[in-house]
C-alpha cells in the first residue's frame, strides 16, 4: 500500500483543515486506515484511526469532539477533518495503514505509512 497525504497548511488558531490521504497499491478496503502526528520535539501520537467499512472510528483524547476521520472506499481516500484547530496541533501528519482494527492503534507500528504533510497553527 502506498501512502499520499495532501492538505497540510497554515491556518489561524481557531480555523479548519481538511487532510487526505490517497491509497494505492493492495486493496484499499482491506485495510484499517488512520492518523498519527508528531510535534517538534515530540514523540509520534496516534491522532485518530478508522476501520476497513468506516462503521468503527478511535479518537485521541485530545481531538474527540474536534476532529473527524472519514473514508471513501469507493475513492481509496481517508479524510480527517480538523475543526477548532489549536496551536499544539501543530505537527507533521502521516496517514497509515494496518489491519488491526483501531481501538488497537495508540499502540500500534502500523504497516504502512505515508511522507507526512505539515500542519502549523498559528496563534
Known amino acids: 500500500v502506498q501512502l499520499v497525504e495532501s492538505g497540510g497548511a497554515l491556518v489561524q488558531a481557531g480555523g479548519s483543515l481538511r487532510l487526505s490521504c490517497a491509497a494505492s497499491g493492495r486493496i484499499f478496503s482491506g485495510y484499517a486506515m488512520g492518523w498519527f502526528r508528531r510535534a517538534p520535539g515530540k514523540e509520534r501520537e496516534f491522532v485518530a484511526a478508522i476501520s476497513r467499512s468506516g462503521v468503527n472510528t478511535h479518537y485521541e483524547d485530545s481531538v474527540k469532539g474536534r476532529f473527524t476521520i472519514s473514508r471513501d472506499n469507493a475513492k481509496n481516500t481517508v479524510y480527517l477533518q480538523m475543526n477548532s484547530l489549536k496551536p499544539e496541533d501543530t505537527a507533521v501528519y502521516y496517514c497509515?495503514?494496518?489491519?488491526?482494527?483501531?481501538?488497537?492503534?495508540?499502540?500500534?507500528?502500523?504497516?504502512?505509512w505515508g511522507q507526512g504533510t505539515q500542519v502549523t497553527v498559528s496563534s
Open positions: 497509515a495503514a494496518d489491519l488491526t482494527s483501531p481501538g488497537l492503534w495508540p499502540a500500534r507500528e502500523c504497516d504502512y
